[in-house]
């Protein structure tokens, strides 16, 4: 099916369905309980786990294969949103000529960075991504700033021209995004009982976007290219002595990685039609590195993992403050609840970052493969659970049976 194997199928299949249902996955508590805090299936929260899984599954095709990492892709995330921004100003509020234009735009950019920083590997290679996006984020923010907007950000006006769309909604509003005519923003609410469950058009085109990627991913990960890319990560040095060059395969493998995050910062600007230079910093090149380790790099279904992890944690865990806690513990003596809240303070709200650092830890030290591993050994733990118990269960059969005669 779709040119895929088995069990490559079967594990596409698994992240469409995960893709489909999210709104009920990820509300499994009613709205008015305590729990409900933790309920994730709002179309912003939504839309930020398939977009940045985007980015996530784009950057594992250059670590993963070969072993480059780089520390400059929000470079080519912000150049992504600031494409599509640009888009929105000129031409139209549809996201289709935007979505094309933030991956062009940032598959060449990914050409320049690509050509000068794979002239070396390992930590230089790290070194000089990283540079280059200090400079693209630094760039931002003073010299192109007729093109950035400065600190403030660039953002659609009543004055863009926007040839082949309207300038003003009819009460003199600014459009929002749409996909021939389907608005980004609009979504519907499904009330069943206490729970209530949001269909959003931007989350779904979203995931539609997010599974096309997934699927090209795959293709790449079985193709002779991909099997390229995995002998520059076992041995460069002895494919330059077989007589091929490295460096095209490389270099290829950097701009689709590029083109992927420019994706990303392009839908980004799809939800929220707003780029700043923010999306270029350092920070947002490590939590995608940190995105891709934690699921499992070199795996095709780990990105996704860790980009929904970190970006759970970033916004439920932020949001728990001591007056929920205190919700929580209500029932334990006045003292009691105080230590108790005490202790916890340090690692909700603000100190969402403490919480997920000592899981980063726990994941790299005990499941150095990451989600993924972690989900093979629980796998083959049930599997030899169950040959176990059948072995038994034959065993037991076979005493009971009564001896030939």
């Not at 699927?215 to 494919?239: D, E």
Request: charged share 10%.
């Amino acid at each position: 099916m779709l040119k895929l194997g088995k069990k490559d199928f079967t594990l596409f299949l698994v992240v469409a369905v995960l893709a489909i249902f999210a709104p009920f996955i990820l509300n499994p508590f009613p709205t008015d309980s305590a729990m409900a805090q933790f309920n994730a299936g709002y179309p912003d929260l939504m839309q930020r786990f398939v977009i940045f899984g985007i980015l996530a599954i784009g950057f594992n095709i250059l670590f993963g294969l070969t072993g480059y990492l780089s520390f400059g892709h929000a470079a080519f995330l912000g150049v992504g949103s600031y494409s599509a921004v640009w888009m929105f100003k000129l031409l139209s509020m549809n996201v289709i000529p935007a979505i094309v234009l933030s991956m062009i735009v940032s598959g060449l950019f990914a050409v320049v960075i690509g050509y000068v920083s794979l002239r070396r590997s390992g930590i230089y290679f790290s070194i000089l991504t990283l540079a280059f996006a200090q400079m693209s984020y630094n760039l931002a923010y003073s010299v192109l700033t007729p093109i950035t907007n400065g600190e403030t950000g660039l953002q659609i006006t009543l004055d863009d021209p926007r040839i082949l769309g309207i300038t003003a909604t009819a009460d003199g509003g600014i459009p929002v995004t749409n996909l021939f005519g389907l608005e980004m923003r609009s979504f519907e609410t499904w009330n069943v009982g206490p729970w209530a469950f949001q269909f959003s058009v931007g989350y779904y085109v979203a995931a539609i976007i997010m599974l096309v990627s997934f699927y090209v991913a795959i293709r790449i990960f079985r193709s002779p290219f991909g099997m390229m890319l995995r002998a520059i990560k076992s041995n460069q040095n002895r494919l330059y002595y077989t007589g091929l060059n490295a460096r095209p395969y490389t270099l290829a493998a950097f701009v689709i990685s590029g083109m992927y995050a420019g994706l990303a910062g392009g839908l980004l600007a799809c939800m929220d039609p707003l780029a700043g230079a923010e999306r270029m910093q350092w920070t947002a090149s490590g939590e995608v590195v940190l995105m891709t380790i934690l699921g499992g790099a070199g795996t095709l279904i780990g990105p996704v993992l860790g980009a929904g992890f970190i970006k759970y944690f970033e916004n439920i865990f932020s949001k728990i403050n001591d007056q929920v806690v205190h919700g929580w513990v209500s029932f334990l003596p006045d003292g009691l609840e105080d230590v108790v809240v005490a202790i916890i303070h340090p690692f909700v709200g603000k100190g969402w970052h403490l919480t997920l650092g000592l899981l980063f830890m726990l994941i790299v030290i005990f499941l150095p493969g990451g989600l993924v591993e972690g989900g093979k050994r629980i796998s083959a733990l049930v599997s030899s659970r169950r040959n176990h118990n059948a072995g038994d269960a034959e065993a037991q059969a076979a005493r009971q049976q009564p001896p030939a005669e």
